[in-house]
């Protein structure tokens, strides 16, 4: 199992980025995604998770409203798009799944709120 994030980076407030994660190696339109997120000494979040098939989500109460998860299951990739970033959203950002009840966990991608 491999998940690869991309996308992060340095936003200004009120900005947008699109991170993704390219997953391989297991049946990627089997199982629930989830993005978590580590700030820098605190512990590790849940942002967001997608069903397996994408009809069901759920958010952090944090994130309801600015943040969306999504997948195409034909790209074997999961998203996230996050509008109206504040400074308290920068974090390292991971994508995570659980198959053959084993945990995995991307290398994280880095997303900064700043002006």
């Known amino acids: 199992v491999q998940l690869v994030e991309s996308g992060g980076g340095l936003v200004q407030p009120g900005g947008s980025l699109r991170l993704s994660c390219a997953a391989s190696?297991?049946?990627?339109?089997?199982?629930?995604m989830s993005w978590y997120r580590q700030a820098p000494g605190k512990q590790r979040e849940l942002v967001a998770h997608?069903?397996?098939?994408?009809?069901?989500?759920n958010y952090a109460d944090s994130v309801k409203g600015r943040f969306t998860i999504s997948r195409d299951n034909a790209k074997n990739t999961v998203y996230l798009q996050m509008n109206s970033l504040k400074p308290e959203d920068t974090a390292v950002y991971y994508c995570h799944t659980i198959t053959y009840e084993t945990a995995y966990w991307g290398q994280g991608t880095q997303v900064t709120v700043s002006s």
């Open positions: 190696g297991f049946t990627f339109n089997r199982y629930v």
């Open positions: 997608i069903g397996s098939a994408g009809g069901a989500t």
